[in-house]
């Protein structure tokens, strides 16, 4: 596609999903925004679709198979032409597992935050001036 036929159309919204029933659910309940929407049925497919057309927001499972939400999601930060393009998750846990101290590249593993993170410190001690 040529660039200046890209700025021409209007940008969607990519609703990533391998599921058909959740691409179903997310085009009924975005109808109404009078927004082009666009289905990827996986990351590899949303990636070839990114780069295809101008893309506003991406919605994205997180649990696919093949290359998952997060490794997408990655991916499409790393790329100059979408890496302005903002992505929101449906699972609640995608924060938590996206925090600083948990690894998202290929093969390496997701660590645990360190023993104690979380847990709220003990009360002071009292000193003898407290007790009089």
Known sequence: MRADAMSDERAAILLV?????NL???ESVLASLDQPLVRARSGEEALKVLLRRRVALVLLDIRMPGMDGFETAADVKRLDQTKHVPGASDHDDAAAARAPSASTSRGSPRTSPPAGAG????PPAASASDSV
């Open 17 to 21: 999903d391998d599921m058909e029933h």
């Open 24 to 26: 179903i659910a997310l």
């Open 119 to 122: 847990t709220p410190a003990p």
